[in-house]
Nanobody, 113 residues
Framework: VQLVESGGGLVQAGGSLRLSCAAS????????MGWYRQAPGKQRELVAL???????IYTDSVKDRFTISRDNAKNSVYLQMNSLKPEDTAVYYC????????WGQGTQVTVSS
């Protein structure tokens, strides 16, 4: 599975961004897609994940601010990020789960205070 992300950038605190990720290759094997992030000096962490059946999980710090969605016709996953905070600054990685994890190249999100 190959993943290509887009939509990162620089935004002021309180602003919004939307990340997109398109999958190609062995998409039939995917059972979940989502987003992870890695801030400088920190471990990569799960942000949001959406399973093929529609269930979603979010890390606590983004609940009520971020929304994950998928468009199966476009083999894509999205992350709508509202009320952004400086602590959301990180490189965001698209992830697809099949028999193994696949990763996008990462997109930088920077939130200024």
């Amino acid at each position: 599975v190959q993943l290509v992300e887009s939509g990162g950038g620089l935004v002021q605190a309180g602003g919004s961004l939307r990340l997109s990720c398109a999958a190609s290759g062995s998409i039939w094997s995917i059972n979940a897609m989502g987003w992870y992030r890695q801030a400088p000096g920190k471990q990569r962490e799960l942000v949001a994940l959406m399973y093929n059946g529609g269930s979603r999980i979010y890390t606590d710090s983004v609940k009520d601010r971020f929304t994950i969605s998928r468009d199966n016709a476009k083999n894509s996953v999205y992350l709508q990020m509202n009320s952004l905070k400086p602590e959301d600054t990180a490189v965001y990685y698209c992830n697809a789960k099949s028999p193994r994890d696949s990763w996008g190249q990462g997109t930088q999100v920077t939130v200024s205070s």
